[in-house]
């Protein structure tokens, strides 16, 4: 006796199953100031992110020429998780006039208004 032949179900439980394995990603933009480094923001990438120095000086140069520049894209909880490790880092001791750690937001990966 033949195998029945079952088509795949494509009801609600696999646009669950769907939207389950594909959460919206965010990017965590890191915003240019006058009150930090550069070996500041190397320091802190390195640190916080494990970039090689390169990799972070290409970070912090984007930072000082366009204002901004994305540091990781991620899942929206670990997307907070690192833009409060920036909160969290601090003011830049080499800068008398730094009072507090540099600033992040969090975008939407698929928002086109960051570029």
Request: charged share 25%; net charge negative; with cysteine.
């Amino acid at each position: 006796m033949p195998t029945p032949v079952v088509a795949p179900r494509t009801g609600p439980a696999t646009k669950d199953v769907d939207r389950e394995l594909h959460s919206p990603l965010f990017h965590v933009v890191l915003l240019d100031d006058d009150e930090h480094t550069y070996d500041y923001v190397i320091e802190m990438l390195q640190k916080l992110f494990v970039l090689s120095a390169e990799a972070a000086l290409r970070h912090a140069v984007e930072i000082d020429s366009t204002g901004r520049t994305i540091v990781i894209t991620c899942e929206k909880p670990q997307a907070e998780f690192a833009r409060d490790q920036i909160h969290a880092y601090g003011a830049d001791p080499r800068m008398p006039k730094s009072k507090g750690p540099m600033s992040a937001v969090l975008i939407p990966a698929g928002d086109t208004a960051l570029a």
